[in-house]
């Protein structure tokens, strides 16, 4: 799951424990937001910023929920053809479970994983949910080493 930085980062999630993933406007990454359940963890990747990479680790806490700022006018990510009985958008809540020792960047990623392993490191990929296979998260868990 990316964020950049100056937005919402890492730093902001350990402050506040847990957030609401919400202002996801595009269908694909919702609905790759709808596939999560419950104790899924999530890699928390630092996007548009020098370097990005993979900098944490979030746990799935609730899904299926309503994303408030679809109906906030004054939000940023304000959709005026949605509406209360019949949402477009909605959010999880994910809780914070550690910041790695050292960022993994893209580059990095790149060189160690293919497209098929790891979607995030494809090109003009803007997505901002992706799945990860189960096979490529662990041994991502493992060069990561341990949270702190």
Not at 71 to 88: G, I, L, V
Not at 111 to 137: H, M
Request: with cysteine; net charge negative; aromatic share 10%.
């Amino acid at each position: 799951m990316k964020s950049e930085p100056e937005a919402y980062g890492i730093d902001d999630l350990r402050r506040e424990g847990s957030t609401l993933w919400d202002g996801i406007r595009n269908y694909q990454a919702r609905n790759f937001m709808r596939s999560m359940a419950i104790g899924d963890q999530a890699f928390f990747y630092h996007s548009n910023c020098k370097p990005p990479g993979i900098i944490g680790l979030m746990e799935v806490e609730e899904i299926g929920l309503v994303d408030p700022t679809q109906f906030d006018p004054d939000a940023k990510y304000y959709d005026p053809k949605s509406n209360r009985d019949k949402p477009r958008w909605d959010c999880a809540r994910l809780r914070f479970l550690g910041e790695f020792q050292q960022l993994l960047s893209l580059d990095q990623l790149r060189e160690q994983y293919s497209e098929e392993q790891l979607p995030v490191i494809k090109r003009g990929n803007r997505l901002s949910i992706l799945p990860v296979p189960d096979a490529t998260a662990a041994d991502l868990l493992e060069r990561l080493g341990p949270l702190h």
